[in-house]
């Protein structure tokens, strides 16, 4: 049985039979005075285990809601038991409550220090015991029920995202673009989302965009402003134009209707056959233009003009340039190089990433080593922010 049934099973009984109850103790005399004191309450289930030996074997056979242990036992001392039983998978989350007869502050400290949740000197009261036991049982019932809740949201969050990647374009390798990226969320889902397509006959647009924030919320936005842009639908737009189309989003985008987000955007428009490129840019890092010829220069493609949503009727800037030669575009969000530098814990400067992006070969992929560096900097295979880049090839 795999581990997540396991889980399934343990939660599945726990709802059926509430408190289930084993006691570990050598003495027949104990066990039998505790099972007398819990047989009034009918929603509590009673185990007896004698042998420290098979008391992890026992607990997980029955999956108790709580375990009461004795302290002195033969075979075993009652402290390796409590440290067995976190050191368990299957049994390091149930509450334990070590029994003992004497009220040590040394034995006590050690045993909470190994993982215990209770120290009781018994036998205690009948009425405190119960009390205990429905306490600690609680506390479980509802981690276990609260695992449960967070496994069906990230399975939901998981079909979310494999519906945002969806709805990305397919890397294309059909001249006049040859387009290809790599898309890493920092979290479930993203606030990232880019694409590229024909506009007319002889334009196509590039974009990439960055929403604020991570989650359900940036994610839904950043779909929203992506359908946008794919289906044309901004009320008196030229979509050739990037100036109006970045205006138009901002008119349409406020964040007071978009529960306070906001969001960068680089929008391009390319027309290959007069090798001449529109953009604008909103709030958002430059795009890079590395050419092919290792001596000529990288441009940086950039408009100075504001995020898209924090005020309305703004008016946004355009450039348009000739694509001097052979060479490839890069259009990307700020968590490619946003990332910190062991040497020095500072963030990688955008002129350093540019440096570095235009010292790569173009024998091999650009992207990719700018993904192993960006996690070799944080030392981890998780960025603090979502990567998204976008290489278009402009022969």
Not at 213 to 223: C, E, F, K, P, R
Not at 301 to 307: A, D, G, M, R, V
Not at 358 to 386: C, F, H, N, V
Request: hydrophobic fraction near 40%.
């Amino acid at each position: 049985m795999s581990e997540q049934n396991e889980r399934e099973d343990r939660t599945g009984a726990i709802r059926h039979h509430d408190i289930t109850v084993l006691l570990i103790d050598d003495q027949a005399m104990i066990g039998e005075a505790v099972r007398r004191m819990l047989a009034p309450e009918s929603d509590i289930r009673f185990h007896f285990c004698q042998d420290p030996l098979q008391a992890i074997k026992v607990a997980e056979d029955i999956n108790p809601t709580v375990i009461l242990q004795d302290l002195v036992m033969p075979g075993m001392d009652g402290l390796t038991l409590v440290r067995f039983f976190r050191a368990n998978a299957k049994t390091r989350d149930i509450p334990l409550i070590v029994l003992s007869s004497k009220e040590e502050p040394k034995i006590k400290a050690e045993a909470f220090s190994l993982g215990a949740n209770d120290y009781l000197v018994k036998l205690p009261d009948r009425v405190e015991l119960i009390a205990r036991i429905r306490y600690h049982s609680r506390g479980y019932i509802g981690l276990l029920q609260r695992n449960e809740a967070m496994k069906h949201l990230y399975a939901e969050l998981s079909e979310a995202a494999q519906y945002v990647r969806s709805l990305l374009p397919p890397p294309s390798t059909v001249p006049p673009i040859i387009a290809d990226w790599r898309f890493v969320t920092s979290t479930s889902l993203g606030g990232d989302s880019f694409g590229y397509h024909k506009l007319g006959d002889d334009c196509y647009a590039i974009y990439l965009l960055d929403v604020c924030g991570h989650g359900v919320g940036a994610a839904l936005l950043s779909v929203s402003v992506m359908n946008v842009l794919r289906s044309q639908t901004l009320p008196n737009t030229d979509f050739t134009q990037p100036g109006q189309v970045l205006g138009a989003l901002n008119d349409n985008f406020q964040m007071e209707k978009q529960n306070e987000m906001f969001f960068t955007i680089w929008y391009g428009v390319y027309h290959p056959a007069e090798r001449r490129l529109a953009f604008a840019s909103g709030g958002h890092p430059p795009a890079l233009f590395i050419p092919d010829d290792p001596s000529a220069k990288t441009l940086h493609l950039e408009t100075p003009s504001p995020i898209i949503g924090a005020m309305p009727d703004l008016q946004y800037s355009q450039k348009t340039i000739q694509i001097p030669g052979p060479g490839r575009l890069y259009v990307f969000s700020d968590g490619v190089y946003e990332v910190t530098r062991p040497e020095d814990g500072q963030i990688w400067p955008l002129e350093d990433f540019a440096d570095f992006m235009s010292s790569l070969p173009i024998t091999e992929s650009r992207m990719d080593r700018l993904l192993q560096q960006a996690k070799a900097y944080e030392g981890t295979e998780i960025l603090p922010d979502d990567f998204s880049i976008v290489e278009i090839q402009m022969p």
